[in-house]
């Protein structure tokens, strides 16, 4: 079983830039799919941005592309969600989630363990 600790929120101007880590506690890290989700509030939870195990495929919801880039150390059982040009629209609660499926998969049922999550708040 993983457990999964995000941390790196906080809140931010418009235009600015985070990086948000989450680290697993398992011994099978590489063996997982590594996904972002997000939730704003009073909407559902969405994709954010996925990552293959060995970090050679990447996947992104369109909202964040070009702008957000997923990246893991398998060594250091972390995965990271860099987010640049941020907007007031990317507030949200940010989770990190690991999965036995293809990291070109996006729905939350995919996903089998799940972090506390971590508050991104984007000021404008």
């Known amino acids: 079983q993983e457990q999964l600790v995000e941390s790196g929120g906080g809140l931010v101007q418009a235009g600015g830039s985070l990086r948000l880590s989450c680290a697993a506690s398992?011994?099978?890290?590489?063996?997982?799919?590594m996904g972002w989700f997000r939730q704003a509030p009073g909407k559902e939870r969405e994709f954010v941005a996925s990552?293959?195990?060995?970090?050679?495929?990447?996947n992104y919801a369109d909202s964040v592309k070009g702008r957000f880039t997923i990246s893991r150390d398998n060594a250091k059982n972390t995965v990271y969600l860099q987010m640049g040009s941020l907007k007031p629209e990317d507030t949200a609660v940010y989770y990190c989630?690991?999965?036995?499926?293809?990291?070109?998969?996006?729905?939350?049922?995919?996903?089998?363990?799940w972090g506390q999550g971590t508050q991104v708040t984007v000021s404008s």
């Open positions: 398992g011994r099978t890290f590489n063996s997982y799919t």
């Open positions: 989630a690991a999965s036995w499926w293809s990291y070109q998969r996006q729905t939350e049922d995919s996903y089998k363990y």
């Open positions: 990552i293959s195990r060995n970090g050679d495929g990447v």
